[in-house]
Each structure stands twice: as C-alpha cells, then as structure tokens.
C-alpha cells in the first residue's frame, strides 16, 4: 500500500508556472505509475498526466506542451511541472498511483487504486 500526499498548489496569475509534488510512502514506489488528475467545481475528475516506472510519459491534449511530469526514485516523489498557466486549469489537482498500467485504462480516474488527499491550484487572468 502506499500513501501519497500533494503539495505545491497556489494562487497564479495566467502565464505563471507552479511546480506541485507528490511525496510517496513505501519502499515500491519505482513500480507504481504515478498520475495527474484534476477536478472543477461542478465538473467531473480529468486525467492530466501519466509517468509510468519506465520513465514513459502520457498527457492531456489540454496540457500537453505546457505540463511536465517527472518522477524521482530515490526521493519517492512525483512531480507536476506546469507552465503557462491558464484561468481554466483552476482546479484541485490529485496525485494518484497503481502497480500495473494499462493503456486502455490509465486516463480513467476509476483505474488507479491510491489517491492523495489533492491541492488546490488557482489561476487568475
């Protein structure tokens, strides 16, 4: 089992970058995927982005180009790098892991069984 906990979220202006982080319990954390969801008032959790323990990488349309996942091993941390932030990426931004990846699955929100409690991250224009 593994405990995830975000941090990093803020309040930003559009076109200003935040780093968030994902800090992970455990001694696996090298074989979990690690990912990025996000949810608006009102509106269903989205997939953001995907780093599997090869290092591969998989976004949304909505962010590809402007946002960066890494992870780092030896500090069992996931990140999310996110420049030129726009008013529409407000939301509160969840940290998720699972063992196993699949690519039919791995933008549902329902497939990743550890979640992190999420930081809210607040653009304005």
């Known amino acids: 089992q593994v405990q995830l906990v975000e941090s990093g979220g803020g309040l930003v202006q559009a076109g200003d970058s935040l780093r968030l982080s994902c800090a992970a319990s455990?001694?696996?954390?090298?074989?979990?995927?690690m990912a990025w969801f996000r949810q608006a008032p009102g509106k269903e959790r989205e997939f953001v982005s995907t780093?599997?323990?090869?290092?591969?990488?998989y976004y949304a349309d909505s962010v590809k180009g402007r946002f960066t996942i890494s992870r780092d091993d030896a500090k069992n941390t996931a990140y999310l790098q996110m420049n030129s932030l726009k008013p529409e990426d407000t939301a509160f931004y969840y940290c998720?892991?699972?063992?196993?990846?699949?690519?039919?699955?791995?933008?549902?929100?329902?497939?990743?069984?550890?979640w992190g409690q999420g930081t809210q991250v607040t653009v304005s224009s």
């Open positions: 455990g001694r696996t954390f090298s074989s979990y995927v």
């Open positions: 998720a892991a699972d063992s196993n990846f699949r690519r039919s699955a791995y933008r549902q929100a329902a497939y990743y069984d550890y």
């Open positions: 780093i599997t323990w090869s290092g591969s990488t």
